[in-house]
């Protein structure tokens, strides 16, 4: 460590007190004051020498301190290999006379006791909360029937009996697929995010948390499975007590419950992310044939009850069973997306090896809104975001300089950047992919000249950000994708009496400008002059030859006391996802984030 340095140290130290500081912009200030806060601890044996020389921009060759109106820049893109690794996290504070004043404090302490916390957060979460509604409520009605004082008889015994079982099971199999319908899910979204800014914040943290409806389709599916459970035992003893029963029937029922079964293991949460292409096939084909299946048992079970009787017929024995018409609007429902399926012209722009932006013309989406795409309908479908077309010209926004990369450490923040709007945007939307698996890797490789839509388009999670007044969005890697779908969207359609989001952008990644290019960095910066991108690359490792990651939980926390933000939006890989959605909620503050199952 050189004198000179020591020198710029004290001195640094001294500037953050001084009148001299009040002449500069907020994040100039802020920028003064971390950096002295990291003067301070400079003889703390940590941080090599080396490294702190280029922390505070000095070299012995020009021993002068940088030009002001730069300052924050250098200082945000060479902080964060020092900022991850300590214990503390620096947090402007305020003094009498309004100037910051650098301090170090912890994350405040979590709420309760670590069981209680796993009770409310982890175990009683609000996926559980549905599920378990449902599904109780569903043994419950079985439990009832079950205790009714009737004699048994062949085709049962209590209120247990063909018509009662098969009809719960196929009722709960209407409303598991319904609760996957697209409109169904849009209609949930748009009345829960009707509820208006000047409701209590308890109600908008509750309403908000409307995406974890997939409670409800797995309530009920589940549900499905054990009411025919019920019916195949009923079927079962019928054999054993009058083996007449008709053996195609017999046949019919046991393999719709193998294939029941079957689907139900697969959707379990770890095999169904362990072997994610498995579960969708089985749940895919294994779902088809069990309709055609339902089919063909319910015809015939109506044939085979007519012929006894010379007043009735098969069609009237039909049009008398309740499970025949859930039949046809399960038949409906899973008819409908394919109706919709349709074959687009692509523009596919290729961002690097490790992304792609597909460009399309021919509508544009409202914000926040999902759709599935695939180059072959008959065997998968993938869920992207799809990002309408800014109203920000590329390049009107961030110009930066040799010196201001984008892809350092953390970004550069922006002053005095007021975005020109496009007046006339183009109509369409664009779709962002990372390669993540086998199918997206393909599409980056081999771009397609057109692709598959089908069903409608579907509003995701980020959609609940605008039941807040101020918002933090945290993301990683191409998480960035859902955001622009909502920063660019609502540019486009704001809601009445709000013409603009009040939110903060955190996005974690991998060279961001190398990665997505520059134009999805210069969309972001739009939406959050003041955005923090934090380039993981450029973090190293440490001493032991780990890579470093960037502590989200702080940066989280650290853009949440800034803007005084009233929910956090996580929408990155299901690890950070889960920590910092539990990180922000056991500290008071809503958090929301895609779940396995949203």
């Not at 340095?5 to 001084?18: G, N, P, Q, V």
């Not at 015939?300 to 009237?316: D, E, F, H, K």
Request: glycine residues 6%.
């Amino acid at each position: 460590m050189n004198d000179n340095t020591l020198d710029l140290e004290k001195a640094f130290a001294h500037t953050y007190s001084t009148s001299t500081l009040r002449t500069y912009g907020p994040r100039a200030q802020e920028s003064f004051l971390t950096l002295a806060s990291t003067a301070a601890e400079s003889y703390d044996s940590r941080i090599d020498e080396k490294h702190r020389d280029s922390v505070i921009g000095w070299s012995p060759t020009s021993p002068t301190f940088p030009d002001p109106a730069h300052l924050h820049v250098e200082t945000r893109d060479r902080l964060a290999p020092i900022t991850e690794q300590s214990s503390k996290y620096p947090s402007p504070r305020r003094s009498g006379d309004g100037v910051a004043i650098a301090v170090e404090e912890d994350l405040p302490a979590k709420a309760g006791t670590s069981p209680s916390r796993w009770l409310r957060w982890n175990f009683f979460s609000y996926y559980r909360r549905l599920f378990s509604l449902v599904f109780i409520g569903n043994m419950v009605a079985l439990i009832v029937l079950l205790t009714r004082p009737n004699k048994p008889d062949i085709e049962g015994f209590a209120g247990i009996t063909y018509l009662s079982t098969i009809t719960a099971a196929a009722i709960n199999l209407v409303v598991a697929i319904i609760a996957r319908n697209e409109h169904f899910v849009n209609t949930l979204f748009y009345l829960s995010v009707s509820v208006p800014l000047s409701a209590p914040m308890w109600l908008r943290a509750r309403v908000a948390k409307i995406y974890c409806y997939g409670g409800l389709h797995s309530g009920c599916g589940t549900a499905a499975v054990i009411w025919y459970i019920v019916f195949s035992g009923l079927v079962a003893r019928h054999i054993a007590i009058r083996p007449h029963i008709q053996p195609a029937i017999a046949v019919l029922t046991f393999i719709i419950l193998a294939l029941l079964l079957l689907i139900t293991i697969f959707a379990h949460p770890i095999l169904r992310q362990r072997f994610h292409n498995s579960f969708e096939n089985t749940h895919r084909l294994a779902g088809w044939t069990i309709i055609g299946f339902f089919w063909a048992q319910v015809v015939l079970t109506a044939y085979y009850a007519s012929q006894p009787a010379l007043s009735s017929n098969t069609g009237i024995q039909l049009v008398n069973t309740p499970a025949f018409w859930c039949l046809i609007i399960l038949t409906c429902l899973i008819i409908y997306p394919w109706l919709r399926l349709r074959y687009r012209v692509v523009h596919a722009e290729q961002l690097s090896p490790h992304a792609i932006r597909l460009h399309f013309d021919h509508t544009m989406p409202t914000y926040c809104m999902g759709a599935r795409i695939t180059d072959s309908p008959l065997r998968e479908t993938h869920a992207f975001a799809t990002i309408p077309n800014a109203l920000y010209p590329s390049g009107s926004v961030i110009e930066p300089k040799v010196e201001e990369r984008v892809d350092s450490p953390i970004s550069p923040t922006f002053l005095h950047n007021t975005p020109s709007t496009n007046p006339n945007p183009k109509k369409g939307f664009s779709i962002l992919i990372s390669k993540a698996g086998d199918w997206t890797s393909k599409i980056i490789a081999n771009p397609p000249s057109h692709i598959y839509f089908r069903g409608a388009p579907t509003i995701g999670v980020l959609r609940v950000a605008t039941l807040f007044h101020s918002c933090v969005v945290v993301t990683t890697g191409s998480g960035i994708g859902p955001c622009l779908s909502l920063f660019n969207g609502y540019a486009h359609s704001p809601q009445r009496n709000r013409p603009t989001l009040n939110i903060r952008i955190l996005w974690s990644t991998p060279s961001p400008v190398k990665t997505y290019g520059q134009g999805i960095v210069d969309e972001v910066m739009a939406a959050d002059p003041r955005a923090k991108i934090i380039d993981t690359r450029a973090l190293g490792v440490d001493e032991n030859g780990v890579k470093r990651r960037p502590d989200m939980v702080r940066e989280a926390w650290k853009l949440v006391r800034e803007m005084g933000a009233e929910a956090v939006v996580v929408i990155g890989n299901p690890m950070v996802t889960r920590k910092v959605v539990y990180a922000m909620e056991t500290r008071g503050v809503p958090a929301f984030g895609p779940i396995w199952d949203s």
